[in-house]
């Protein structure tokens, strides 16, 4: 994923906007970056964070920046925000989402336009970079945002600071991800996360809709190009990676996690399948929420017998092999024996992926001494990766537990009743349901349905992206 935060004003906002890109680290663990300007200059630092938390990283450059304006970002993909020079004179870029026909577009300017474009050390081109040329292909910011939204399969979001300091921030053409003002007396901010700016003094000014562009000054905002009819933003800002403060749409993320809970317990007690455990708990930290509304409409006691260690393992460590990947996550999670030993316990987790973690876990309940381990999962059986951001982006749909369970049980003809395996009250989902508690090794396990996920977050279904699980554009 990723995420940024701009500023612009009558006074520095050096502090600003580096608190308020920090206040995103909960979104991207490899890349971050600042770029401010100062009325004549513009200077820009970039820098890992898969071993160092941005704040870390960052704070000894403090002291050499100044400026009335600027941007920053944290991402999972490229080094960025990006200085650049063309026709539309020099500006800084940042961007959010995805780009599926990159080798396409890369070679279509590389052949037929004569560009060139810079390789990172993996030999990949920077798609910031990519995008940059595409917005630079038109006469002007807004018309070359919208030929670089068109020709991208998949989504971007971005901000841009030009030469006079004003920002530019444009949401994806489907509003796949949220882009929200704030103001203060002295300016503006752009932000991904609502709570960031109004941590900082900001208050809400105005949240962009699909597709429109907007440009940000210290004394206002203005649209430049309208918000669009349809939108499809992605689910797992309030189910999964949104921020608890935070708010889409005009919905709380953590109120939604709570109604999603209730919801899933609701469900299971109207259907039977509702054990009786000691403790509801949930798998830390977006599990807890969803486990917090599911203890207090089913009436049993909520507890905690994970508590996890954020001292020396922040969320912004978190390494690319996948075996040390498993070992921090469980390193992370300190049990609390008096809670396990003897204990029929429910978990909540706001989604299951790929499994190897929650397979993990549950071993070392038992082998701690749990009575019973019962699973509980916010979401519906993930059959898909994302194509429009770069979460639950992975190498195959193999690498997804309820797509493996599917062909286990079916083989390649599965892939033609996805739709049923993601529905509990069917045959097909109650055999994967099945399936996958028995792999894993769980005494129950029930997954959210989709109409109660979409009845929890609370707005019109057909504005919200659900082709994780079902596959519809």
């Given amino acids: 994923m990723g995420g940024f935060y701009g500023a612009v004003s009558k006074r520095d906002v050096v502090y600003d906007v580096f608190f308020g890109v920090d206040y995103h680290s909960h979104l991207g663990t490899k890349r971050a970056g600042l770029i401010f300007h ?57 961007t959010v989402g995805c780009i599926n026909n990159e080798e396409e577009l890369v070679n279509r300017y590389l052949k037929y336009e004569g560009r060139q474009f810079s390789a990172m050390s993996s030999g990949d081109v920077n798609t910031t970079e990519l995008v940059a040329a595409l917005i630079n292909h038109e006469p002007d910011f807004v018309s070359g945002i919208k030929f670089a939204q068109e020709r991208i399969d998949g989504s971007l979001t971005l901000l841009i600071m030009d030469e006079q300091g004003s920002i530019i921030a444009a949401r994806d053409k489907m509003g796949r991800l949220p882009v929200l003002i704030g103001r203060d ?8 996360e609502s709570f ?36 499809k933003i992605c689910a797992f800002l309030w189910v999964y990676y949104g921020y608890p403060n935070s708010n889409y749409e005009g919905e709380n993320v953590e109120v939604m996690r709570y109604r999603n809970g209730a919801i899933m317990a609701r469900e299971e007690r109207e259907r039977g399948v509702m054990p009786e455990v000691d403790y509801v708990a949930g798998i830390p930290d977006s599990g807890t929420p969803h ?30 092999n996948q075996e040390m990947r498993n070992r921090v996550a469980t390193m992370k999670l300190v049990p609390v024996p008096e809670l396990i030993e003897g204990k029929k316990l429910l978990f909540v987790d706001d989604s299951i992926v790929r499994g190897t973690q929650l397979q993990n876990t549950v071993e070392f309940l038992y082998q701690s001494g749990a009575a019973e381990v019962h699973m509980r999962s916010a ?49 097909r989902g109650k055999c994967l349901v099945k399936t996958i508690c028995e792999d894993l090794g769980f005494d129950s396990l029930s997954y959210q349905s989709l109409d109660g996920m979409l009845e929890a977050i609370g707005i019109d279904r057909e504005k919200i992206c659900t082709y994780c699980w079902n596959g519809k554009e």
């Fill in 291 to 320: 486990a917090v509304g599911y203890a207090q409409e089913s009436g049993m006691p909520f507890g905690r017998p994970f508590i996890k260690y954020t001292p020396t393992w922040p969320r912004s460590f978190m390494p690319t």
């Fill in 196 to 231: 960031a700016y109004h941590k900082l003094g900001y208050e809400d000014a105005y949240e962009l809709g699909p597709g429109e562009i907007v440009r940000v000054t210290a004394d206002g905002f203005e649209t430049l190009s309208p918000t669009g009819d349809d939108m």
């Fill in 379 to 427: 979401c519906p059986p993930i059959m898909y990766g994302c194509k429009y951001l770069t979460f639950s982006r992975n190498k195959s749909v193999m690498d997804l537990i309820a797509r493996r369970v599917v062909h286990k049980l079916e083989g390649d003809e599965g892939a033609d009743h996805l739709e049923e395996y993601i529905d509990p009250k069917t045959e």
């Fill in 38 to 94: 100062d009325g004549d200059s513009f200077q820009r630092q970039i820098h890992s964070i898969e071993n160092t938390p941005f704040r870390t990283r960052f704070e000894d450059d403090l002291p050499d920046f100044h400026g009335n304006s600027g941007i920053g970002c944290i991402s999972d993909t490229n080094p960025q925000p990006l200085l650049m020079r063309s026709h539309l004179g020099v500006f800084a870029l940042t």
């Fill in 185 to 192: 007396d002295d300016g503006y901010c752009v932000s991904f």
